[in-house]
T-cell receptor, first 113, second 111 residues
Framework: DAMVIQNPRYQVTQFGKPVTLSCSQT?????MYWYQQKSSQAPKLLFH???????NEADTPDNFQSRRPNTSFCFLDIRSPGLGDAAMYLC????????????FGQGTRLTVV | AQSVTQLDSQVPVFEEAPVELRCNYS??????LFWYVQYPNQGLQLLLK??????LVESINGFEAEFNKSQTSFHLRKPSVHISDTAEYFC?????????FGSGTRLQVQP
């Protein structure tokens, strides 16, 4: 089935050690999003791509970066994870620029120790 | 700028009872509205959406939501809930760029 797949589902990293989360899609959607969801909170948009056009939210920390080497893959890099970066990270895709329907992956739960 | 308010963080309800989860939004542009459901340690699944046309939208599993422009609301309802409906429900608004979510409502269906 066409899907949005996030790997790994669970990631444990050490304080300050760089970590990369990955997302792939078989939907051939132009738009890809990364959201951060902390416990009992709303998902918060970090960045999104329209094709290779990168859009960073104003309040996304510099510690977070993203790469989209092709339509199918998108990566979230956390350069120096802190305890406050522990969260569920959600990747989503959408067909066009008007965000009429977003398809979400299962998420990666990041633990920082 | 846009925002979504879900006034109830938790809604306990008995099985087969009706339920309403409230959602209000604010936006400076016309919007699309959504309800997503999230089960523990899972991603978000689209439940239903309002883009245009009929203000009452329905999902395949018995939920419905009504867009009320004058009250800027998009409340979610179900006439009879099941244990399997226990989950977190997020209301979201799109400004045609990205989704902005409310803080979620935990629906707890008790036998």
């Amino acid at each position: 089935d066409a899907m949005v797949i996030q790997n790994p589902r669970y990631q444990v990293t050490q304080f300050g050690k760089p970590v990369t989360l990955s997302c792939s899609q078989t939907l051939n959607h132009n738009v890809m999003y990364w959201y951060q969801q902390k416990s009992s909170q709303a998902p918060k948009l970090l960045f999104h791509y329209y094709d290779k056009d990168f859009n960073n939210e104003a309040d996304t920390p510099d510690n977070f970066q993203s790469r989209r080497p092709n339509t199918s893959f998108c990566f979230l890099d956390i350069r120096s994870p802190g305890l406050g970066d522990a969260a569920m990270y959600l990747c989503a895709t959408c067909t066009g620029t008007d965000a009429t329907e977003a398809f979400f992956g299962q998420g990666t739960r990041l633990t920082v120790v | 700028a846009q925002s979504v308010t879900q006034l109830d963080s938790q809604v306990p309800v008995f099985e087969e009872a009706p339920v309403e989860l409230r959602c209000n939004y604010s936006s400076s542009v016309s919007v699309y509205l959504f309800w997503y459901v999230q089960y523990p340690n899972q991603g978000l699944q689209l439940l239903l959406k309002y883009l245009s046309g009929s203000t009452l939208v329905e999902s395949i599993n018995g939920f419905e939501a009504e867009f009320n422009k004058s009250q800027t609301s998009f409340h979610l309802r179900k006439p009879s809930v099941h244990i399997s409906d226990t989950a977190e429900y997020f209301c979201a608004v799109s400004d045609r760029r990205a989704l902005t979510f409310g803080s979620g409502t935990r629906l707890q269906v008790q036998p």
